[in-house]
């Protein structure tokens, strides 16, 4: 009997949690004008959409957005400062069966495969609600552009020892 009670206070509150769990969904889609083969220094834009389908209003609702890293060998979560993205909505109350779309853009500044997702939580609930990752990979470009390195490197000094050369040479003839 005792063990009967035990699975009944069990399924009690694991009905109660997903109960809870499916009053918050959220939704991530990557935005259509996206580029195809994304590269360092495009623009990368994310639409999520978070759904209150519960009868209560949640307050103070948070909701972020997390950048991974997933290259082989260097897998991180990535610091979004250098990334220009728009990094959390903050102090919302999402009525019930309220919508909250929000877009996301992140500058893409290294070469790599990473993933995103948006997290959300409220100031009251113990729990953080989280969208489908979307993976996808940004190509290398290069930084400075290696076929101007060598002609600048050796014009500089030559420039400048003919400058010098002009000089020595004018004030001789004087």
């Not at 069990?10 to 949690?17: D, E, I, M, Q, W």
Request: glycine share 8%; hydrophobic share 40%.
């Amino acid at each position: 009997m005792r063990f009967l009670l035990m699975i009944l206070f069990t399924l009690t509150l694991l009905g109660t949690s997903a109960l809870r769990a499916a009053d918050v969904q959220v939704d991530l889609q990557p935005v259509q004008s996206n580029p195809a083969h994304p590269m360092m220094g495009d623009w990368m834009h994310f639409q999520s959409r978070i759904h209150n389908s519960g009868n209560k209003p949640i307050k103070g609702l948070v909701a972020w957005i997390s950048l991974i890293e997933v290259t082989v060998g260097q897998e991180q979560p990535m610091d979004l400062e250098d990334w220009s993205a728009h990094k959390a909505i903050s102090g919302v109350t999402l009525e019930p069966h309220g919508e909250l779309s929000t877009d996301w853009p992140i500058r893409l500044i290294q070469g790599g495969d990473y993933r995103v997702v948006i997290s959300v939580t409220d100031r009251t609930e113990q729990s953080v609600y989280t969208s489908r990752t979307l993976q996808f990979h940004v190509t290398r470009k290069p930084v400075v552009e290696s076929k101007l390195i060598l002609p600048v490197a050796l014009g500089v000094p030559f420039v400048i020892g003919g400058l010098m050369g002009y000089g020595s040479w004018r004030r001789r003839r004087a």
